[in-house]
């Protein structure tokens, strides 16, 4: 990951093995590819803070830190909650982030760098981790409840226990079928999260948030609004929509992005409205102030087939923040900060 200037994230297509732990994948969906095999969080570190339902891996973006040995291999994790209801305005109790990081040298990874090629790699029993952990069929999460019938599954909640058992455990428990291969619908699509810098655009100020919206083509994201509302930004140069025109020319270039990465930059926006303030962003546990690190930008919800009218997890961006300092806590999984920020709402 590039740490200096932005990069942009896209989504593509990869295979199976490409998105193990032992390939240090930045990913989308599927199960979390942990990195530390030890410590990994679980309930009820990973539940919504507002229905308290565990919450479900969003992405993962691997992103270690030239020069910094305890941060070689850096990797951090992001969950959301998959209950609509949650997603109040302007509202980040319904999600979470998590940072781990290993040096060079370590107990899990070979020294030297992974093959590119695919190494006749062989799935493991994907509800043990490599450590021994027992993880959740469903989610990946560390998970200790084990189906009273067949005891060769475990979950990490009841709720989980619930929705895999309506899938296609019922039809597996105590038979000798294998098991499903088809994804469960609590995960997301699994693809892979590719990188690239992005192209310098020098700003024009004089440029009129008329003109920027006459000369600019706009995102598939921006396409989705209503048409009554551009128009009515455009009309009226309001704060909030000099900030939200900003957002459009900058990514009309590459509209499909889906992450932003910035490490001690500044987030891109999408309103005026509830944009934190340093004194809001909490220090880490070892005392270091946080930083901005990257952001989680709309298109994703296109992406991953969750964007609706009807009621549907949502966000304008998700920006995170993680300690200056990268502290080193052992194998252990710090907890970061994510500020949730949604588009303004027209009146």
Same mark, same amino acid.
């Given at each position: 990951?590039?740490? *200096?200037?932005?990069?942009?994230?896209?989504?593509?297509?990869?295979?199976?093995?490409?998105?193990?732990?032992?390939?240090?994948?930045?990913?989308?969906?599927?199960?979390?590819?942990?990195?530390?095999?030890?410590?990994?969080?679980?309930?009820?570190? +990973?539940?919504?803070?507002?229905?308290?339902?565990? *919450?479900?891996?969003?992405?993962?973006?691997?992103?270690?830190?030239?020069? !910094?040995?305890?941060?070689?291999?850096?990797? +951090?994790?992001?969950?959301? $909650?998959?209950?609509?209801?949650?997603?109040?305005?302007?509202?980040?109790?319904?999600?979470?982030?998590?940072? @781990?990081?290993?040096?060079?040298?370590?107990?899990?990874?070979?020294?030297?760098?992974?093959?590119?090629?695919?190494?006749?790699? *062989?799935?493991?029993?994907?509800?043990? %981790?490599?450590?021994?952990?027992?993880?959740?069929?469903?989610?990946? $999460?560390?998970? !200790?409840?084990?189906?009273?019938?067949?005891?060769?599954?475990?979950?990490?909640?009841?709720?989980?226990?619930?929705?895999?058992?309506?899938?296609?455990?019922?039809?597996?428990?105590?038979?000798?079928?294998?098991?499903?291969?088809?994804?469960?619908?609590?995960?997301?699509?699994?693809?892979?999260?590719?990188?690239?810098?992005?192209?310098?655009?020098?700003?024009?100020?004089? /440029? *009129?948030?008329?003109?920027? /919206?006459?000369?600019?083509? $706009? @995102?598939?994201?921006?396409?989705? +609004?209503?048409?009554?509302?551009?128009?009515?930004?455009?009309?009226?140069?309001?704060?909030?929509?000099?900030?939200?025109?900003?957002?459009?020319?900058?990514?009309?270039?590459?509209? %499909?992005?889906?992450?932003?990465?910035?490490?001690?930059?500044?987030?891109?926006?999408?309103?005026?409205?509830?944009?934190?303030?340093?004194?809001?962003?909490?220090?880490?546990?070892?005392?270091?102030?946080?930083?901005?690190?990257?952001?989680?930008?709309? !298109?994703? +919800?296109?992406?991953?087939?969750?964007?609706?009218?009807?009621?549907?997890?949502?966000?304008?961006?998700?920006?995170?923040?993680?300690?200056?300092?990268?502290?080193?806590?052992?194998?252990?999984?710090? @907890?970061?900060?994510?500020?949730?920020?949604?588009?303004?709402?027209?009146?």
């Amino acid at each position: 990951m590039a740490e *200096t200037g932005v990069a942009l994230g896209f989504l593509e297509e990869a295979e199976n093995w490409q998105l193990q732990s032992h390939q240090f994948p930045s990913k989308v969906g599927g199960k979390p590819a942990w990195l530390s095999q030890l410590d990994i969080p679980g309930l009820p570190e +990973l539940e919504c803070g507002k229905c308290h339902l565990p *919450t479900a891996f969003l992405m993962q973006v691997y992103a270690p830190i030239t020069g !910094q040995d305890r941060s070689f291999h850096r990797t +951090l994790f992001v969950f959301c $909650c998959k209950t609509p209801d949650c997603y109040s305005r302007n509202d980040s109790r319904c999600l979470k982030v998590f940072r @781990s990081q290993l040096p060079r040298r370590n107990d899990f990874y070979p020294y030297n760098p992974p093959s590119d090629e695919d190494p006749n790699w *062989t799935e493991r029993d994907p509800g043990v %981790h490599s450590s021994g952990v027992k993880l959740c069929k469903l989610c990946g $999460c560390p998970g !200790q409840k084990v189906c009273s019938k067949c005891h060769a599954v475990s979950y990490c909640s009841k709720e989980h226990q619930t929705i895999d058992w309506k899938h296609c455990h019922k039809k597996e428990c105590c038979k000798q079928v294998p098991s499903s291969a088809v994804p469960s619908p609590f995960l997301f699509p699994e693809l892979e999260l590719v990188t690239e810098p992005e192209e310098h655009q020098k700003e024009e100020s004089s /440029q *009129t948030v008329g003109d920027a /919206q006459n000369n600019v083509e $706009c @995102s598939s994201l921006v396409d989705d +609004l209503a048409e009554t509302e551009l128009e009515n930004m455009a009309m009226h140069e309001t704060e909030d929509g000099k900030v939200f025109q900003k957002f459009k020319r900058r990514i009309a270039s590459e509209p %499909h992005q889906v992450l932003r990465y910035f490490r001690d930059g500044s987030p891109l926006w999408v309103s005026s409205e509830h944009v934190p303030v340093e004194k809001g962003i909490p220090h880490c546990s070892c005392g270091s102030r946080r930083i901005f690190e990257f952001q989680v930008m709309p !298109q994703l +919800l296109n992406d991953l087939k969750v964007d609706s009218t009807d009621a549907s997890i949502d966000w304008g961006t998700l920006a995170v923040y993680t300690c200056a300092d990268s502290c080193d806590q052992g194998n252990k999984y710090s @907890s970061e900060f994510i500020w949730k920020q949604d588009f303004t709402e027209q009146k």
